[in-house]
């Protein structure tokens, strides 16, 4: 097991400088280097791999998974898992796209353009390209997707940053769903259906697999209460590492989808301030 240090600020596909600045981004040539070492040092003779990331480490999951399964021979099998990867073009509580924006500085000022795949960039705009939801259904190695329906991070940082919500209406209902009124948890709802719309076409290939859990959560398989315990996280009676385990080894098909919030008792929800 390996595991390679987030540093670029673009899941590792940046490939731009500044030179007024002094800024050089080098993402891309980062991931290539380390694959590099890595096939290098036996890597390469591995019968079955996985790629693995969380958060912006599951963006790059997505984004390199390709590139990960080309390194192998066919007789390689090799697959992807992204955890809380699923960052979606969504609208804040004012009406703004807060993610939308920061990507669209990212995407231009490290010239990650080049580096995103053609099967989208041909068709949508580059910072559309860096949306994993215009992604994920043209990656062609199999790939598991985990992630909570109401992703903490995205809620905290994207849906109810503080700029959007300047007279804190949102600020009771952020901290604690027992707070929020029928329309605020209407609006979590409409993001989940937002996220259950992108993965849609991505779920209905053999080969992919799904646990969307409808807790407040990020990163949950590299939490060892979230990942592998006796009261984990679970839909209908699988947690997710017997889910990711029985998806990898091509035990059964996974394709787990939780009921709406509330329902779900077995959330380790992450409390936002």
């Not at 073009?89 to 990650?112: C, I, P, S, W």
């Not at 209902?173 to 948890?185: A, F, G, L, P, Y």
């Not at 385990?245 to 779900?264: H, M």
Request: hydrophobic fraction near 35%.
């Amino acid at each position: 097991r390996v595991r390679v240090r987030y540093c670029d600020g673009a899941s590792f596909a940046g490939e731009g400088q500044n030179e007024a600045n002094k800024l050089y981004f080098r993402g891309q040539r980062i991931w290539l280097a380390a694959m590099e070492e890595l096939m290098a040092k036996g890597m390469q003779n591995a019968n079955q791999a996985l790629l693995s990331g969380c958060s912006a480490g599951g963006l790059a999951s997505i984004l390199h998974c390709d590139e990960f399964k080309n390194l192998f021979p066919e007789t390689t099998k090799v697959k992807c898992l992204s955890d809380a990867g699923l960052f979606l073009d969504a609208t804040n509580v004012a009406g703004g796209h807060t993610l939308r924006d920061m990507y669209e500085g990212v995407v231009t000022l490290q010239g990650v353009q080049k580096n995103l795949p053609s099967t989208c960039t041909s068709q949508k705009d580059p910072t559309s390209c860096f949306f994993p939801q215009n992604l994920v259904s043209n990656v062609k190695t199999p790939m598991f997707l985990l992630n909570a329906a109401y992703d903490a991070w995205q809620v905290d940082q994207s849906l109810i940053p503080s700029l959007a919500d300047p007279h804190g209406l949102w600020r009771a209902c952020k901290t604690d769903r027992s707070h929020c009124n029928s329309s605020q948890i209407q609006f979590f709802q409409d993001f989940r259906n937002q996220m259950l719309d992108a993965v849609k076409i991505f779920s209905e290939s053999n080969q992919n697999g799904l646990f969307i859990n409808s807790c407040f959560a990020h990163c949950q398989s590299e939490r060892k209460d979230t990942w592998y315990e006796n009261d984990s996280p679970r839909i209908g009676n699988k947690g997710i590492a017997v889910s990711v385990g029985d998806w990898f080894f091509d035990r059964t098909a996974v394709k787990a989808i939780d009921c709406p919030y509330s329902c779900d008792k077995t959330c380790h929800d992450v409390i936002l301030k």
